[in-house]
Nanobody, 121 residues
């Protein structure tokens, strides 16, 4: 199986920065897309950013220019650098990975446990 462990959340003032990390471990063949999603209280989980194994990125409009997603394939780790944080960014942030467990098997989706990001003065 695959485990995703997130770290880096916390409390930050508006305009501040945080860097989230998510490391994948376990037994698998290949990790395809990795990404970050978030869920604010009373709202549905939404996409923040994704990155392919080749480094192609996609961002939700409200975070473009402020957040940067990156990954280290050798470490099976994805990062989210968050700058110019706003109170609206407050949410639980979840890591996601599309994983191929064995050669020729279809990809499966895995989620981390979530890390709280609170932006408040």
């Amino acid at each position: 199986q695959v485990q995703l462990v997130e770290s880096g959340g916390g409390l930050v003032q508006p305009g501040g920065s945080l860097r989230l990390s998510c490391a994948a471990s376990g037994s698998f063949y290949l990790i395809l897309d990795m990404g970050w999603y978030r869920q604010a209280p009373g709202k549905q989980r939404e996409l923040v950013a994704t990155i392919t194994s080749g480094g192609r990125t996609n961002y939700e409009d409200s975070v473009k220019g402020r957040f940067t997603i990156s990954r280290d394939n050798a470490k099976n780790t994805v990062y989210l650098q968050m700058n110019s944080l706003k109170p609206d960014d407050t949410a639980v942030y979840y890591c996601n990975a599309q994983v191929i467990l064995q050669v020729f098997s279809p990809s499966q989706s895995y989620w981390g446990q979530g890390t709280q990001v609170t932006v408040s003065s």
